[in-house]
């Protein structure tokens, strides 16, 4: 079992900036990759960031430039840095923990419990 504990959420204006933490305990080998998602009312939980052991990282178009998904290994700690927010930034992220050969996923995936992020115009 891996836990994840997700902390830096709030309200913020459009512009401004947030970072977001995650923090994973457990059983930790178990685990490769961590990523944030984002789930808006009424749509679908989408990919945000991920990185992969190694630093390789992974952006969705939308966030390309904006957001900057770092870690760190001593801490098993995640972490979101999300500039120049914007009002369609506002939605519900999740902290996820996975184990990934390739783009295959093997195991179990893990969630936090989400922490909310509101961008204002």
């Known amino acids: 079992q891996v836990q994840l504990v997700e902390s830096g959420g709030g309200l913020v204006q459009a512009g401004g900036s947030l970072r977001l933490s995650c923090t994973a305990s457990?059983?930790?080998?178990?685990?490769?990759?961590m990523a944030w998602y984002r789930q808006a009312p009424g749509q679908q939980r989408e990919l945000v960031a991920e990185i992969t052991t190694g630093d390789s990282t992974n952006y969705a178009d939308s966030v390309k430039g904006r957001f900057t998904i770092s870690e760190d290994n001593a801490k098993n700690t995640v972490f979101l840095q999300m500039n120049s927010l914007k009002p369609e930034d506002t939605a519900a992220y999740y902290c996820?923990?996975?184990?990934?050969?390739?783009?295959?996923?093997?195991?179990?995936?893990?969630w936090g419990q989400g922490t909310q992020v509101t961008v204002s115009s």
């Open positions: 996820n923990a996975h184990k990934k050969v390739g783009r295959l996923v093997i195991g179990r995936t893990y």
């Open positions: 457990g059983s930790i080998f178990s685990i490769n990759t």
